[in-house]
C-alpha cells in the first residue's frame, strides 16, 4: 500500500508543533492501520529479504522527519570550537539526558563557509534520538542548502536501496555555550563497525578522493589515476596498503582490459554490480556535485572477495546546487568523465540494468518527492530561526540561492527533482555492443543498436566519426537512420570490411549515435570497432657468435639459407644468437618456440640474463612484442656433453608465430657437428 501525499498539506504556523505531531502520529497510525486491514494473510514467498540497517517499504512516510529535537552542548569552560583537528571536551543535553563528549571542526570547504559543521565523540556509546548506539556521530550545517532537506532525503532514500548501509538522519537545534547555532542534521558517521559500515575482519573502508593528500589521509593513486584513501582501519601496515593496490590494480586491468564486459572474466567478477548500480542511481538523481569519482565515493572491500559501493554521503551540493554554479535537471553528470562508473556503462548489459534497476526506483522516487512538503512543515520553525540567523545575514554559497524564502526554496528542490525523475525515465538509445576488436578479412559485420524502456515510435542516427582506418579502403558503409515501431527493441546496420594484401597495424573505426527522436542518447553512445592487425609477418634470424646473420629476410620453413652450420668439441659450448624482427605494418605480438637437439647435448635459451628455456619449448611459447622494424634478442647455448659421439649432428630450431587473421610462421635452425 502506498499513502499519496501530493495534496496533504500541514501548516505548522497555524497548528504549533504539538499539534503537528500528533497529526503526524495519527496519519501514521491510520496509514499503518489501513495496510494491515488490506494485507495479505500471508507473506509473499518472492520478497526480497531487506539488510538490517535498510527501512522497509511499509514505512509509507519515511522522507518526513521527526520534528527538530533541541541539542544543547557546553564546552568545559566555555573553550571555543575553532579547530578541525583539536578536540574540545564538554557535554551534551539531549532529549532529557546528557552526554559527555569531545567536539571539533570537520569537513573541507564546508568549514570555512559561516555556519560551521562538527564532530561529536561520545565518552560512552549511546543511541541520540532513536539511532543505533555509537560513539561517533556528525552535525552538517547543510549552509550550502538552502532548504536544509537535501542530505535528509538523499540519505533516507539510500537506506531503501541495496546498498549495505547509510546512515540514518535527525535534525536538531543547536545551542553551544549559550548561543543558538540553528538547525543542523545529526547523522550517523560514516565509520566501520557494528550498525554502520558492517565488514569482516581484514576488510577496508575505502574513499575515492581527489583531495587526500591535501587531506594528509593514507592512500595512493592507482595506476589508472584512481585517488584511493583508507578511512579504515586507522592503523595500516605497509603489508595492507600494499594488498589494497593489487586487489584495485587487478579489478582495473579487468575492468579496462578488452574484455571487460565478458561476465565471468571482465569487471563483474570483482564487483557488487547490484551496490554500484544503486549508488548511481541515486547519486546520479540528486546530480551530486562530487559523485562522478571527485570525493566522499565510498567504497569497501574484503580480500577475496567484491569490491562494494557505498555508503551514499554528502549531498548539500546537488538537486539545482553546484559550487559557484547552478545545475539543470537534465543532462547526465555522475556517469561523465574517466571512472569506473563511467567505463561501466559502455557495457551495454550494464546499461540495461540500470535502466531496469530505476523504472523499480521511480515509485520511491516519487514518494520521497511527495513527502517532501510535509517535511517541510515539520521543520518550518527551526528553518525560520535558521533562515534569521544565516541566510538574511550571510552571503550564500554561490550557486545555492535559487528563491528568496524557505517555502520557495524547498519548492525550487521539489520541482527540481520532479523534473529530473522525467528526464532520467525517458527512454534511452544504446549501441548494444561493447567496443571490440573484428579480423581484416572479407565480411560484413552487423552493429547492433539497443532502445532501452521505449513504449513509443523511435529514430536514431548513425555515423562513421573518424579513426585511423580508412573509409572506402578498409570498410565501407553508408550513414543512416534507424527506425524503430513500439515494441522494436533492437536494430541493426552493416560496415562491410575489406581484406587486402598489406601489413597494417590496427586500425579502428569511431562509430557514433546521433539526433534520437523520442528517446534520448544512453551510454554506450559511441563504439570504437577495431579492425586486428594483419600480416604482422615476423622474421626470425640466426647466426653463430659473430658470424653472418642466416635466415634475414626469409619467411619459411628452415631452408638452406635459413641454416646456420657450426662445430663443437666434447665437454664445451658454443653461443647463437636469435633475434625476431617484426616485418610487419605495426607492433607484433609473437610467440617464440624452440625444439631440437639430441642425445649427448643441451641447449639452454636466455633473454638476457634471465634463462627462458622452459618457456620457449613449453606448448604456449614465449610470447614477445616487437615494435615495427624493431628486433628482440635471444640467445641460445648448447653444450657437448664429455660422452657425446664424435662426427655426430645435433640440430635445434627456433621458431616465431604470429596468429591473426592466418597464421605465419618463419623458422631458422643451427646444426652442429661434434668434432674431436
Avoid: C
Avoid at 272 to 280: A, E, K, N, Q
Amino acid at each position: 500500500m502506498r499513502v499519496r501525499l501530493d495534496s496533504f498539506a500541514l501548516d505548522q504556523r497555524r497548528m504549533g508543533p504539538a499539534l503537528l505531531a500528533v497529526t503526524l502520529t495519527l496519519t501514521l497510525t491510520l496509514a499503518l492501520a489501513l495496510a494491515v486491514l488490506v494485507a495479505p494473510t500471508a507473506p509473499s514467498a518472492a520478497a526480497a529479504p531487506m539488510s538490517p540497517f535498510q527501512a522497509g517499504p511499509a514505512d509509507d512516510l519515511w522522507a518526513v522527519p521527526a520534528a527538530p529535537a533541541t541539542l544543547v552542548i557546553t564546552t568545559t569552560g566555555g573553550a571555543p570550537v575553532v579547530s578541525k583537528d583539536d578536540y574540545v571536551s564538554g557535554a551534551a543535553q539531549l532529549d532529557g539526558l546528557s552526554y559527555p563528549l569531545q567536539i571539533k571542526g570537520r569537513g573541507n570547504s564546508t568549514w570555512g563557509w559561516a555556519k560551521k559543521p562538527y564532530k561529536l565523540k561520545l565518552d560512552q556509546p549511546a543511541g541520540l534520538l532513536g539511532m543505533p548506539s555509537q560513539r561517533e556521530w556528525v552535525l552538517l550545517a547543510n549552509f550550502a542548502d538552502r532548504s536544509n532537506l537535501r542530505n535528509h532525503l538523499a540519505l533516507q532514500l539510500a537506506r531503501r536501496t541495496r546498498l549495505n548501509w547509510s546512515p540514518d538522519t535527525r535534525f536538531v537545534d543547536v545551542i553551544l555555550n549559550g548561543a543558538p547555532q540553528g538547525l543542523y542534521l545529526l547523522v550517523d558517521q560514516v565509520e566501520q563497525g557494528t550498525d554502520r559500515v558492517e565488514l569482516p575482519k581484514d576488510s577496508y573502508l575505502l574513499e575515492i578522493d581527489e583531495r587526500f593528500r591535501s587531506s594528509h589521509e593514507p592512500g595512493f593513486r592507482s595506476r589508472r589515476g584512481t585517488p584511493v584513501s583508507f578511512k579504515d582501519p586507522d592503523e595500516l601496515e605497509r603489508a595492507q596498503v600494499r594488498e589494497v593496490k593489487q586487489g584495485v590494480r587487478a579489478f582495473e586491468r579487468a575492468l579496462y582490459g578488452r574484455a571487460f564486459a565478458d561476465p565471468k572474466t571482465g569487471y563483474r567478477a570483482y564487483v557488487d554490480v547490484d551496490t554500484f548500480i544503486d549508488w548511481y542511481l541515486v547519486e546520479e538523481l540528486f546530480r551530486n556535485q562530487d559523485s562522478n569519482f571527485y570525493s566522499s565515493t565510498y567504497v569497501t572491500w574484503t580480500p577475496g572477495r567484491r569490491f562494494a559501493m557505498g555508503p551514499a554521503w554528502d549531498f548539500d551540493l546537488s538537486a539545482g546546487t553546484k559550487w559557484n554554479a547552478e545545475t539543470a535537471p537534465q543532462g547526465w553528470h555522475t556517469r561523465n568523465g574517466r571512472h569506473w562508473i563511467a567505463r561501466m556503462l559502455e557495457d551495454p548489459a550494464f546499461s540495461a540494468q540500470v535502466k531496469e534497476r530505476w523504472a523499480d526506483l521511480v515509485p520511491l522516487v516519487e514518494d520521497m518527492v511527495a513527502q517532501a512538503s510535509i517535511a517541510e512543515e515539520v521543520i518550518a520553525g527551526s528553518a525560520a530561526t535558521d533562515w534569521a540567523q544565516w541566510r538574511l545575514a550571510f552571503d550564500p554559497v554561490a550557486g545555492s540561492r535559487h528563491a528568496d524564502t524557505f517555502d520557495s526554496e524547498v519548492a525550487f528542490l521539489r520541482n527540481w527533482l520532479e523534473e529530473r525523475t522525467t528526464w532520467m525515465s525517458e527512454p534511452e538509445v544504446i549501441f548494444d555492443l561493447p567496443s571490440s576488436r573484428v579480423r581484416e578479412h572479407r565480411r560484413v559485420v552487423r552493429v547492433p543498436v539497443r532502445v532501452l524502456a521505449a513504449d513509443r515510435p523511435v529514430s536514431v542516427d548513425y555515423a562513421w566519426q573518424g579513426g585511423t582506418a580508412t573509409r572506402g579502403k578498409d570498410f565501407t558503409m553508408t550513414d543512416g537512420t534507424l527506425r524503430f515501431a513500439p515494441g522494436e527493441t533492437v536494430k541493426s546496420f552493416p560496415v562491410r570490411i575489406r581484406a587486402d594484401r598489406r601489413p597494417e597495424p590496427t586500425e579502428d573505426i569511431n562509430l557514433v549515435l546521433g539526433n534520437p527522436d523520442g528517446a534520448r542518447l544512453g551510454s554506450p553512445e559511441r563504439l570504437l570497432l577495431e579492425i586486428g592487425q594483419s600480416d604482422q609477418r615476423p622474421d626470425v634470424q640466426i647466426r653463430a657468435d659473430r658470424g653472418p646473420w642466416r635466415g634475414r629476410g626469409l619467411h619459411a620453413r628452415p631452408a638452406p639459407d635459413q641454416t646456420v652450420r657450426s662445430a663443437v668439441r666434447p665437454g664445451t659450448s658454443r653461443s647463437f644468437q636469435v633475434r625476431v624482427r617484426n616485418a610487419g605494418g605495426g607492433t607484433g605480438h609473437y610467440r617464440v618456440h624452440a625444439s631440437g637437439v639430441g642425445p649427448g647435448a643441451t641447449v639452454r635459451y636466455y633473454s638476457g640474463r634471465t634463462d627462458v628455456t622452459r618457456r620457449v619449448r613449453s606448448r604456449r611459447g614465449w610470447p614477445v612484442q616487437v615494435d615495427q622494424a624493431s628486433s628482440r634478442g635471444l640467445r641460445a647455448v648448447l653444450t657437448a656433453g664429455a660422452e657425446a659421439k664424435s662426427g655426430s649432428i645435433r640440430e635445434f630450431q627456433v621458431s616465431t608465430l604470429w596468429r591473426g587473421d592466418v597464421r605465419m610462421v618463419d623458422a631458422v635452425r643451427a646444426r652442429v657437428r661434434i668434432s674431436s
